[in-house]
Structure formats: structure tokens, C-alpha cells
Nanobody, 124 residues
């Protein structure tokens, strides 16, 4: 079974930094996209940053210039470096991946997988 496990959340003061990690494990043939979403209390889940293969990176407008998403392809890991954090960044952050699960391309199937979430709290 494919799993995503996030880590790195916590409590930080405004203007501080945190680095989130997301490790994908299980029968993975390839990973197309890895991304980070967040959901604040009473709000809908929103895309924070997404990186597709070795190509396009998308950011939520409010985090551009402050957050950086990256991937370690050999370790099936994604990171979210969050700098100059603001109280409005407080949310549960979820890792998401679109991948092919299986041992070979012909026997693999496309899955979308979510992590369990990690809480980021930014105090003013």
C-alpha cells in the first residue's frame, strides 16, 4: 500500500521558518506530481505548491517569494521550505502525490494519494 508521511510541522512565531517533509513509500513505479495543500479552520483545502516531474512548479499567490517546494526524486520525498511565516499560514498541511503504483509500467495503476496532515501554527 502506498503511503505519504509528512513531518516538520509545529509552532513558530511570525517571520519564522519551518521545513515540511513528505516521504512516499510502498509499491511505487513512478511519481508524476507531488504537492502541498493546506486547510485552515472553517476554510476549504487549497493548493499551496505543486511540482510536476522535472517541470512546472505552481504556487499559491500568497506564498510566492516565501515558500519553496522541492523534490528528492531518488528518495521519493518532497519538501516545503516555508520562510517569513505569517499567522494566516496557520493550517493543517497535507502532502499529495499523483503516481503509478506497481512494479512495472504495464501492471501499474494511477493513484492519487494523501498524507495524514501536519499542523503548522504561526503565532503573532
Amino acid at each position: 500500500q502506498v503511503r505519504l508521511v509528512e513531518s516538520g510541522g509545529g509552532l513558530v512565531q511570525a517571520a519564522g521558518s519551518l521545513r515540511l517533509s513528505c516521504v512516499a513509500s510502498g509499491p511505487i513505479f513512478s511519481i508524476n506530481t507531488m504537492g502541498w495543500y493546506r486547510q485552515a479552520p472553517g476554510k476549504q483545502r487549497e493548493l499551496v505548491a505543486k511540482i510536476t516531474g522535472g517541470g512546472p512548479i505552481n504556487y499559491l499567490d500568497s506564498v510566492k517569494g516565501r515558500f519553496i517546494i522541492s523534490r528528492d526524486y531518488a528518495r521519493n520525498t518532497a519538501y516545503l521550505q516555508m520562510n517569513n511565516l505569517k499567522p494566516e499560514d496557520t493550517a493543517v498541511y497535507y502532502c499529495n502525490a499523483e503516481l503509478r503504483s506497481g512494479s512495472t509500467y504495464s501492471t501499474s495503476r494511477v493513484l492519487e494519494v494523501w498524507g495524514q496532515g501536519t499542523l503548522v501554527t504561526v503565532s503573532s
